[in-house]
């Protein structure tokens, strides 16, 4: 791990500044006031190659661009996607025949490509490669007649969508309070896989009671929570006890963001909030705090994180330290329908890592 101070050019941010004296008496009684600033944070390259998608498409094939559900977890990301002409549906059947749809980095079932096909719809599928492993992972077992348990949030985009690789062979558990009720045919044939976005402690939890109940469970080939929901979870886990406060920025449909507030108030966070935009953040917040953490989930632009920062500068918080727990340079390639688009039209964009100044392996 290593802490260094970093000056971050970051835009203004409109709202009421506050006069010298109630920032003063807002000032803790001992300590200056400070920013730790985890890395890594925001935007993951799964992420990227996503939202890359959606404007590359835009750009060679003109609006409308339909994408299936959000493309990725973010109000921001998907307001400047909107913007730029992308419509965003719910599903197929709202998108005009032989239309172009994209498919969110959260992934889609067998059914749903199939409904794809039959209003004879063109489609990219934007699809997280590390969501696309869980699926190829449950087709598997399926095919081996093994009983699956998938440990994620029933609804959400993700688990839908791996469920519906195999829905004979898949049972839902949401967590801990879910295990009393699986049920399997073989205890000797039983695999649990799992939501890429999890809270890393929490799916072990729930791991460990359904081994209490089933011994012979086998565990995944290799870790489905994929490694920027570890790296950020751990990066929090790092700053969580020396802050009084944590701001996490991420959208409320957000899962990994969600968890970022979850697991600093469990790693000594005195209190943690998630916003979606700076504006959001509330000057009470600030009474009697010394320190704040500060990040963002894998979702999130830097210039969302820029903008807290900023706000946070107003309000007497100008010293910045960015604890760095792991560095990253996972890189994946575009979907290949656009790959083959680019190649034909002699752009040699291929394959993206993530946005933003954020730390590299």
């Known amino acids: 791990m290593t802490s260094t101070a970093v000056s971050v050019p970051m835009p ?53 661009v339909y994408v299936r559900k959000q493309i990725v977890h973010n109000l921001h990301v998907v307001s400047t996607l909107e913007a730029k002409g992308a419509i965003f549906v719910e599903e197929n059947e709202e998108v005009p025949e032989g239309a172009l749809v994209v498919f969110s980095a959260h992934g889609v079932s067998p059914a ?145 963001s969600v968890r970022l507030v979850e697991v600093a108030l469990e790693y000594g966070a005195k209190a943690s909030y998630r916003v979606d935009f700076a504006n959001e953040v509330d000057e009470t917040w600030f009474e009697g705090v010394s320190t704040i953490g500060v990040t963002s989930g894998a979702s999130v632009p830097e210039n969302l994180v820029h903008d807290v920062l900023r706000l946070l500068a107003d309000y007497g918080y100008g010293d910045v330290e960015e604890v760095v727990t792991a560095e990253e340079d996972i890189i994946f390639s575009l979907p290949k329908e656009i790959r083959a688009t680019l190649k034909a039209m002699g752009d040699s964009t291929s394959g993206i890592g993530g946005r933003g100044p954020r730390p590299k392996r």
Request: hydrophobic share 35%; proline share 7%; charged share 25%.
């Open 12 to 64: 203004s941010v409109p709202r009421r500044r506050r006069s010298p004296a109630e920032i003063d008496a807002a000032q803790p009684v001992s300590g200056g006031r400070k920013v730790l600033l985890a890395a890594p944070r925001g935007y993951c390259a799964g992420v990227d190659r996503a939202v890359i998608a959606v404007e590359k498409a835009l750009e060679h094939y003109g609006a409308p």
């Open 112 to 256: 749903v490509i199939q409904s794809a096909e039959d209003r004879g719809l063109r489609t990219i599928d934007a699809t997280c490669p590390l969501v696309t492993k869980v699926h190829k992972e449950a087709v598997r077992f399926a095919r081996d007649d093994f009983d699956i348990l998938l440990i994620g949030h029933e609804g959400h985009e993700e688990v839908e969508g791996t469920a519906g690789e195999a829905p004979e062979h898949i049972q839902i558990v949401n967590g801990p309070e879910d295990v009393d009720k699986v049920t399997v045919r073989d205890p000797d044939k039983v695999i649990w896989l799992s939501q890429t976005t999890l809270s890393v402690d929490e799916t072990m939890l729930t791991v460990n009671l359904l081994k209490e109940r089933i011994p012979t469970l086998q565990d995944p080939p290799s870790d489905d929570i994929c490694y920027a929901t570890s790296n950020r979870q751990a990066a929090i886990k790092k700053i969580s006890p020396s802050s009084d406060l944590v701001i996490v920025v991420g959208s409320a449909n957000s899962s990994n």
